[in-house]
């Protein structure tokens, strides 16, 4: 059974950082596709950044140069850097993961079958 535990989430001043980190297991080959989405209160759930297998990497504009998604050497845990934080990144921020997946939907929330329980990043002006 793929599992997803999201951790590192927050509250921060704009201007700063936090990392976020999701612990990946149930994959035996550690070979999968992973998101980071985030959903705001009344919000729909936004794609924020992702990774396929052969490590392509995808970034909704309003984060690109500001976010960094990245994998460890274990392929066990996938982090997302987050940099010169702003209040509208105030969200509830979740990781997805899927076996097989197209470059092209990396950022689409219906591109993925396993979902962890989302960590709170709350940026105060």
């Known amino acids: 059974q793929v599992q997803l535990v999201e951790s590192g989430g927050g509250s921060v001043q704009a201007g700063g950082s936090l990392r976020l980190s999701c612990a990946v297991t149930?994959?035996?080959?550690?070979?999968?596709?992973l998101g980071w989405f985030r959903q705001g209160p009344e919000k729909e759930r936004e794609g924020v950044a992702g990774?396929?297998?052969?490590?392509?990497?995808s970034y909704a504009d309003s984060v690109k140069g500001r976010f960094t998604l990245s994998k460890d050497s274990a392929k066990t845990t996938v982090y997302l850097q987050m940099n010169n934080l702003k209040p509208e990144d105030s969200a509830r921020y979740y990781c997805?993961?899927?076996?097989?997946?197209?470059?092209?939907?990396?950022?689409?929330?219906?591109?993925?079958?396993?979902w962890g329980q989302g960590t709170q990043v709350t940026v105060s002006t």
């Open positions: 997805a993961a899927i076996r097989i997946c197209a470059v092209s939907r990396l950022l689409r929330a219906d591109g993925y079958s396993f």
């Open positions: 149930g994959y035996p080959d550690r070979d999968y596709c």
């Open positions: 990774i396929s297998r052969d490590g392509t990497l």
